[in-house]
């Protein structure tokens, strides 16, 4: 087939359309809350569901089957270096908390603790799981959310090998949001 494309490998096509932030998610656990690091995630409706992929080679797979609940973290560049190690380390092995200098506050409506360096956190429950056993797809329900009004640098998005981007330059065409005006 002539064309101005190059084939690219269906393996890699998550490259090509990355989703949200990276975020951290913490649940409970059994010696420490659990924390990991999360680029497979995405809003799936406008009243708070939102789904993510959690598998079973993480250690908040675990808990999070058995308690039900997660906090969804958001970082900005200030904590880039420290979200990758985060995603490279087990909580069954260290209490990444105390290793990588991050703090747990309180939650109000579920156990898993915020991460008090993060600009956003977002306390949900698991709505459905039955996505889990074939994709790793958690559907979660977020049930309270805070965010950080003094946050300064921007969120970053994971690119699926090891690069990452900043979130950039805003482009406000609500104007042009005619059919959606109620979102905007
Ligand atoms: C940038 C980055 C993105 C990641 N994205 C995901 C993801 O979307 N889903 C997932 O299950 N694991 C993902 N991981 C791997 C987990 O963060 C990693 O397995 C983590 O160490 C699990 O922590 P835990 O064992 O304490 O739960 C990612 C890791 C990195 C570094």
């Not at 640098?153 to 104007?175: A, I, K, S, V, Y």
């Amino acid at each position: 087939m002539s064309s101005i494309f190059e084939p690219y490998p269906v393996s890699l096509v998550h490259q090509l359309i990355e989703p949200g932030p990276t975020v951290m998610i913490t649940t409970g656990g059994d010696q420490w809350p659990t924390i990991m690091t999360n680029g497979f995630n995405m809003p799936v409706r406008h009243d708070g569901t939102l789904a993510v992929v959690v598998g079973p080679w993480d250690t908040t797979y675990e808990t999070l089957r058995r308690v039900g609940e997660c906090v969804i973290a958001v970082p900005d560049t200030g904590l880039l270096e420290t979200t990758v190690d985060v995603g490279n380390a087990s909580s069954a092995q260290m209490n990444k908390w105390e290793h990588f200098g991050l703090t747990q506050l309180p939650a109000s409506t579920i156990e898993a603790p915020l991460i008090g360096e993060c600009v956003a956190n977002i306390e949900c429950a698991v709505e459905d799981d039955t996505l889990v056993d074939a994709y790793d797809l958690w559907i979660l329900r977020a049930r309270a959310a805070w965010l950080r009004p003094d946050a300064e640098t921007p969120e970053f998005h994971h690119r699926g090998n090891g690069t990452f981007t900043e979130n950039g330059q805003l482009h406000d065409l609500r104007d042009r949001m005619t059919k959606w005006q109620h979102l905007t």
